[in-house]
């Protein structure tokens, strides 16, 4: 079936945080319309969103069918792996002025230019792999910003679950968390083999253990875009 499309728009952003252009891609629903209120996700990985994971068509099909809310789909797309290391990956020597960006840089703009709610409750942040690992830390360092946050089979290290340890306002957050049980020997981009489905287990005990609106499940397969795309639908239609 086809449905009415929305639009892909791409962004130059200026960020003082990272020193750099970062460039935007911004799906508007096809009805878009300054008169209606939206909702905004933020997607890591923003070109793997859009072509792997098809999310502007995704969305196309629930707002036409009503199965979501308004939504404006922004994604932010890295240059390549070593950018996405730096950026992502809870030691790359970029992490902190990234969350930094997303927060204190990309909201407010996002806010200023596009009719949003202006609230933590209705801003998510979706990743995978590292990309989930930036956009939980990033949302337990501001729930008051982000309220939402979607991990497809994140990288959970030491650092990521101390950080859900040492939470204190899980009432602010909704999570919705899904890996694979195939997620035992993933080859990194380090050029390492890690083991994802133990430690995902071992975040997924940390975060049942605070007041936070969660959602998990082990789905039986492995880590790749073949598993995640068909579950963004699921995601989206719990979130919005």
Same mark, same amino acid.
Request: hydrophobic share 35%; net charge negative.
């Given at each position: 079936?086809?449905?009415?499309?929305?639009?892909?728009?791409?962004?130059?952003?200026?960020?003082?945080?990272?020193? %750099?252009?970062?460039?935007?891609?911004?799906?508007?629903?096809?009805?878009?319309?300054?008169?209606?209120?939206?909702?905004?996700?933020? +997607?890591?990985?923003?070109?793997?969103?859009?072509?792997?994971?098809?999310?502007?068509?995704?969305?196309?099909?629930?707002?036409?069918?009503?199965?979501? %809310?308004?939504? /404006?789909?922004?994604?932010? $797309?890295?240059?390549?792996?070593?950018?996405?290391?730096?950026?992502?990956?809870?030691?790359?020597?970029?992490?902190?002025?990234? /969350?930094?960006?997303? +927060?204190?840089?990309?909201?407010?703009?996002?806010?200023?230019?596009?009719?949003?709610?202006?609230?933590?409750?209705?801003?998510?942040?979706?990743?995978?792999?590292?990309? +989930? +690992?930036?956009?939980?830390?990033?949302?337990?360092?501001? $729930?008051?910003?982000?309220? *939402?946050?979607?991990?497809?089979?994140?990288?959970?290290?030491?650092?990521?679950?101390?950080?859900? *340890?040492?939470?204190?306002?899980?009432?602010?957050?909704?999570?919705?968390?899904?890996?694979?049980?195939?997620?035992?020997?993933?080859?990194?981009?380090?050029?390492?083999?890690?083991?994802?489905?133990?430690?995902?287990?071992?975040?997924?005990?940390?975060? *049942?253990?605070?007041?936070?609106?969660?959602?998990?499940?082990?789905?039986?397969?492995?880590?790749?875009?073949?598993?995640?795309?068909?579950?963004?639908?699921?995601?989206?239609?719990?979130?919005?």
């Amino acid at each position: 079936m086809n449905y009415p499309k929305g639009t892909i728009k791409e962004y130059s952003f200026q960020s003082t945080e990272l020193q %750099e252009t970062v460039q935007l891609l911004i799906y508007l629903p096809a009805n878009f319309s300054p008169l209606y209120k939206y909702s905004l996700l933020i +997607a890591q990985d923003g070109m793997d969103y859009f072509q792997l994971g098809r999310i502007g068509r995704l969305a196309d099909e629930l707002l036409f069918q009503q199965e979501i %809310e308004n939504l /404006i789909i922004v994604g932010v $797309p890295y240059k390549n792996v070593e950018d996405r290391r730096r950026k992502y990956h809870p030691d790359g020597d970029q992490n902190q002025q990234y /969350i930094r960006f997303l +927060a204190h840089e990309l909201a407010p703009f996002l806010d200023q230019e596009f009719p949003t709610y202006q609230m933590g409750s209705t801003r998510a942040l979706i990743g995978d792999s590292l990309g +989930a +690992a930036v956009s939980l830390m990033t949302a337990l360092q501001y $729930p008051h910003t982000f309220g *939402k946050v979607l991990l497809q089979s994140p990288y959970v290290d030491e650092q990521v679950l101390k950080l859900v *340890k040492d939470f204190k306002e899980g009432q602010l957050l909704e999570t919705y968390h899904v890996v694979g049980t195939q997620e035992t020997a993933v080859p990194t981009t380090d050029g390492k083999i890690k083991d994802f489905i133990s430690p995902n287990r071992l975040l997924a005990t940390e975060i *049942k253990m605070k007041p936070i609106t969660y959602f998990y499940e082990e789905y039986n397969g492995n880590h790749t875009w073949t598993y995640w795309q068909p579950d963004l639908k699921r995601a989206l239609k719990m979130f919005f």
